[in-house]
């Protein structure tokens, strides 16, 4: 039994990241465990937990495993999980118990928890405490290891937990199973080494670790030979790509190159606004299939508070990036992520953050009130804030937020737009939706022909979240 360890997990050393391609076995017998019987995953959190999903699914399909549509049908439920905020913990919480009580329906169901949760030493100790009933408990660092792990657990017949707390490898080959067939995930790094004092990601990710370019390069052409449309190149901070790679190549130069496998669509996720440069600022003008969309977070427009979040710029220098990528990359989007109620922030603090969006009005941005992580320093820090306090801040800065949301889209009124056709929209499953270069959903009427192609569409309604369109 590997448990969590918080100090352990928070260690940064100089030792050399090791890439590692062999590291993923399945012998005979493990690839006959899952023969009859299906599994069922539920993800929540970021794209890379949706990525490491795609992951794990394959992996089950290697040992034979088939998908089940619902839950219910299952013969093993894992449950990939999100650390970011208490809610997503409540909701996990939530669904164990659901399951609970499927499992007392079906004694032999095989159920587990994943993901960056699984990573922290309080939760664990919590699940040791209140459901020993589980049966496996893995972290981020060795989901290739799972055929062994969920072998472990069935001979033991008791909870089998095996969290690595580690600054962690690169772990090349490792199967996937892709949801789209037309645009794909590919990670390009792991872990982050910024400790923002608010986030847990460094000590659940590990450290800052880059693939090397081959290794992306032949992944992007292989989905390109494939027929893919777009690739998303994912880490916990893209922009900082190679800087641990003892090579002159970082992330402008990966943006190029992938642009020149002429896949027709480059997105890149997440940001930060320390590491943004004026090479990658240059090389996303310059090609056209890198799209004009990019997720710049903010966190917070106070000067001081970022100071207090260890975001290492400042109100002004996120103004300046902001208007310099606005400059340079014609009709770019740019979304955000702002928290709202750090501890101790004041009502100047606040009026700060609305100055920032009155003067980038962002297409859109995600918000939140602050929760605190455990073993974070900001958990520490002492709050005056009352939530009602924080919950009316919230209320304001959303609407603000629509506001500017409703007027991006406004401007696309009208006009003929490329959109990738990806698959039927939720809402009315009779229509189709996609996404349009600076990812605007668009919904409109079509044929399954229309799936997996880049169209013209001219929008003809707007609204907050979303538009509609015709096919031209």
Known sequence: MNLPNLLEAKKRSSKQVLIKTNEYIITENLKKIGAGKKYFVKTYGCQMNEHDTENIKAILEDMSFMEADIMEDADIILLNTCAIRENAHNKVFGMVGRIKHLKQTKPDLIVGICGCMAQEEHIVEEILQKY??????????????????????????KIEIDVQSIEGDVIENIPVKRESKYKAWVNIMYGCDKFCT??????????????????????????????????????????????DLNIDYGM??????????????????????????????DTIAKYKNIMPYIH????????????????RYTKEKYLELFNKIKTKIPNCAITTDIIVGFPNETDADFNETLDVVNQCKFDSAFTFIFSPRVGTPAAKMEDGISIETKEIRLQELNKLINKYSKEA???????????????????????LMGYTDTMK????????????????????????????????
């Open 252 to 281: 402008a130069d990966l943006l190029k190159d992938v642009a020149e496998t002429k896949i027709e669509r480059v997105r890149f996720v997440t940001s930060h606004p320390w590491d943004f440069t004026d090479e990658m600022i």
């Open 198 to 243: 608010y986030c847990i990601v460094p000590y659940t990710r590990g450290k800052q670790r880059s693939r090397t370019p081959e290794f992306i390069l032949n992944e992007v052409n292989e989905l390109v030979s494939r027929g893919y449309k777009e690739v998303t190149l994912l880490g916990q901070n893209v922009n900082a790509y190679g800087k």
């Open 409 to 431: 889209n406004d401007k696309y009124l009208g006009k003929i737009v490329p959109v990738l056709i990806e698959g039927y929209s939720e809402k009315d499953k009779d229509m």
């Open 296 to 311: 710049l977070p903010l966190q917070s427009g106070s000067s001081d508070i970022l100071k207090k979040m260890g975001r």
């Open 132 to 157: 020993r009933w589980l049966d496996v408990v893995f972290g981020t660092h060795n989901i290739h290891e799972l055929p062994r792990i969920l072998n472990e657990s069935l001979n033991k017949q």
């Open 441 to 472: 959903l668009v919904n409109v009427s079509g044929n399954k022909t229309m799936l997996g192609q880049i169209v013209d569409i001219k929008i003809t309604d707007v609204k907050t979240w979303s538009m509609d369109g015709e096919i031209i």
